[in-house]
């Protein structure tokens, strides 16, 4: 078994951050669960199965005060934090012209400043473990939508935060990557369940013609988590199937 990390995982209720808790939690580590909604963590605790090996830490990213809490009592449960996975994220389909000065405040402070707090009161503590930061940007933080202006903002926001943070960081020995993925079946993209023209779309545009199953991801967060990883750092790896190595032109032959 490979040496027990202690590692919080944001928005872990559901999605690609379940399937990373899920994931670390079977590698033997001692995993933080961290949310909004309560019973959702509970759930993914007891999928996990394993109490000793799990805190959660209800919460919102966008919350200095209860960040810092979250820090605390995982201090106080396990002494170190080696990993953060900063996956908490939210999207609110808006084009430039429509989209609200709200929502943008919304977006950003899930977004870019729930990376950013989480990361910072952690720090002391990565510094100590020589840990590293994972956090999950997007595609839609590698090129723009259509109809998706602010979520777009944001994710570059998180690319560009990992790099800039990956460059000051390295002194202390952390590593700070990003994954970008493309279309995964989460509660986020629930929405387009039944709209086959859309889908039909994504698979068009896809080179490996499908969306992203959550722990694909959660696959590559525990590289990039891991000690073969470890002279990778200000990467932002895209799990896309291949979108991104497109120009955007349609096949030519
Ligand atoms: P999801 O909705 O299943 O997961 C997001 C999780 O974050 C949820 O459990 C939600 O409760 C939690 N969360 C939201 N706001 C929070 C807050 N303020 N504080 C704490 N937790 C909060 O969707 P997902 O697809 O698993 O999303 C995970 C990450 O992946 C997000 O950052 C998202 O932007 C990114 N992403 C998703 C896709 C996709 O197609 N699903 C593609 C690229 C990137």
Redesign the pocket.
């Known amino acids: 078994m490979t040496e027990c990390k202690t590692i919080i995982i944001?928005?872990?209720?559901?999605?690609?951050?379940?399937?990373a808790a899920l994931r670390f939690a079977k590698d033997g580590h001692n995993v933080v669960l961290?949310?909004?909604?309560l019973d959702?963590l509970e759930a993914v605790r007891d999928e996990i199965g394993r109490d000793d090996q799990v805190l959660i830490c209800q919460?919102?990213?966008?919350?200095n005060e209860a960040v810092n809490r979250m820090t605390e009592e995982t201090i106080n449960r396990f002494g170190a934090i080696d990993v953060v996975v900063n996956?908490?994220?939210?999207?609110i389909p808006d084009d430039f012209e429509s989209s609200s000065h709200n929502d943008f405040d919304t977006i950003i402070?899930?977004?870019v400043k729930?990376v950013y707090n989480v990361s910072k009161s952690t720090l002391p503590h990565l510094k100590t473990a020589k840990g590293n930061i994972i956090n999950?940007?997007?595609?839609?933080g590698l090129g723009g939508d259509w109809g998706m202006c602010i979520?777009n903002t944001s994710?570059g926001a998180v690319s560009n935060m990992t790099r800039a943070m990956a460059l000051d960081l390295a002194k202390d020995g952390i590593r700070v990557n990003a994954v970008?993925?493309?279309?995964?079946?989460?509660?986020?993209?629930s929405g387009m369940k039944g709209n086959d023209s859309l889908i039909k779309k994504f698979e068009e545009r896809i080179p490996m013609a499908r969306?992203?199953q959550?722990d694909e991801?959660a696959d590559v967060i525990a590289f990039l988590a891991s000690h073969d990883a470890r002279f990778v750092t200000g990467t932002i790896i895209p799990v896309d199937g291949g979108l991104s190595a497109s120009n955007g032109q349609p096949p030519l032959g």
């Open positions: 944001t928005g872990s209720g559901s999605g690609i951050g379940k399937a961290n949310g909004r909604t959702k919460g919102d990213v966008s919350d996956n908490a994220g939210i999207a402070n899930v977004n729930g999950v940007s997007s595609v839609s979520y994710k970008a993925p493309s279309l995964t079946s989460t509660e986020m993209t969306a992203a959550p991801v």
